[in-house]
């Protein structure tokens, strides 16, 4: 099971951190992805990280967020700096074991999904 959480309000230009908790003894043979929605939009793909550590970026996110994990304490972070108002989405994070490379951005190779944590950037 994965819990996703951190999201919040925060003002453009600032920075925001959100984690992906998850549950299980395995957890680091996990690939775990973060994707975005907002309402009446598809589901984005925004960063994904592999057991190895091996990170991945969609393009529109490079440079701004950066995607870590914590195996001893089994979590997935996603760092967001320079946060814009286009920003503001629910984020959702995913996990699936052995996802190959070229499909890391993709939806249907994650299994496990959380909850999703919603960020709000305004001032």
């Known amino acids: 099971q994965l819990q996703a959480s951190g999201g919040g309000l925060v003002q453009p230009g600032n920075s925001l951190k959100l984690s992906c908790a998850a549950s299980?003894?395995?957890?680091?043979?996990?690939?775990v992805a973060w994707f975005r929605q907002t309402p009446g939009k598809e589901r984005l793909f925004v960063a994904a990280?592999?057991?190895?550590?091996?990170?991945v970026y969609s393009d529109s996110f490079k440079g701004r967020f950066t995607v870590s994990r914590d195996n001893a304490k089994t979590t997935v972070y996603l760092q967001m700096s320079s946060l814009r108002p286009e920003d503001t989405a629910v984020y959702f994070c995913?996990?699936?074991?052995?996802?190959?490379?070229?499909?890391?951005?993709?939806?249907?190779?994650?299994?496990?999904w959380g909850q999703g944590t919603l960020v709000t950037v305004s001032s």
């Open positions: 990280i592999k057991y190895s550590g091996h990170t």
């Open positions: 299980g003894r395995t957890f680091a043979r996990y690939s």
């Open positions: 995913a996990a699936s074991p052995s996802v190959i490379h070229s499909n890391l951005a993709s939806q249907t190779a994650y299994s496990s």
